[in-house]
């Protein structure tokens, strides 16, 4: 089964830190995506990347930066953190536009 | 970015009943998904739809793609209690490189 581990649960983090949220993919999938999801609104697209060093925006790019250095690897970056970033942050990879795997998610909170 | 507006937004239903939800939008969709969302959990694709009109079961779960591409169904029967959680929709559109996922309607199921 391919798994896509996101590196924590559960975040809380200060308005104005700098925070990395990381997501690893094993099955050597060219696609990974971040999402954030907030109640009422599903799942919005940050940034994607098909390929490594590659990046597209997503629907909600502000405030929000990406890292692809390695293939199974995904970062976002969140610059300058501030409480409307408080949110469930959502990872997935696939091959194709029809096998998203997504990670179990972090819950970030910004204080 | 596009906009899927899921109905109803949650579901109180007691077990044993069937449940129908859909899925709107103003775009027309090459392809139709439906994903569960376990507490705690990503979500997890249900139900692939490629064509207009196409008619899907995976077990107790049926969905269809609506005839206009516009729209999509879900319709679970004799729910029990591991159906909880949340089910979100999600679409193609021509050319795109990610999905569009809906806003979600939350399941709870009365034992």
């Known amino acids: 089964d391919v798994k896509v581990t996101q590196s924590s649960r559960y975040l809380v983090k200060r308005t104005g830190e700098k925070v990395f949220l990381e997501c690893v993919q094993d099955?050597?999938?060219?696609?990974m995506f971040w999402y954030r999801q907030d109640p009422g609104l599903g799942l919005r697209l940050i940034y994607f990347?098909?390929?490594?060093?590659?990046?597209e925006k997503g629907d909600i790019p502000e405030g929000y930066s990406v890292s692809r250095e390695k293939k199974e690897r995904f970062s976002l970056i969140l610059e300058s953190a501030s409480t409307n970033q408080t949110s469930m942050y959502l990872c997935?990879?696939?091959?194709?536009?029809?096998?998203?795997?997504f990670g179990s998610g972090t819950r970030l909170t910004v204080v | 970015g596009q906009q899927l507006n899921q109905s109803p937004q949650s579901m109180f239903i007691q077990e044993g009943e069937d449940v129908s939800m859909n899925c709107t939008s103003s775009?027309?969709?090459?392809?139709w998904l439906w994903y569960k969302q376990d507490p705690g959990e990503g979500p997890v694709l249900l139900i692939a739809?490629?064509?207009?009109?196409e008619l899907t079961s995976n077990g107790r779960l049926t969905a269809q793609f609506g005839i206009t591409r516009k729209d999509s169904f879900l319709n679970i029967s004799a729910s029990i209690p591991s159906d909880v959680g949340i089910y979100f929709c999600?679409?193609?559109?021509?050319?795109?490189?990610?999905?569009?996922f809906g806003t979600g309607t939350r399941l709870t199921v009365i034992p």
């Open positions: 990347s098909y390929d490594v060093k590659m990046k």
């Open positions: 999600a679409g193609q559109l021509t050319g795109a490189n990610n999905l569009f």
């Open positions: 739809l490629y064509k207009a009109g």
């Open positions: 775009s027309i969709f090459n392809t």
């Open positions: 099955m050597d999938h060219e696609n």
């Open positions: 997935a990879s696939s091959l194709n536009l029809f096998g998203y795997t």
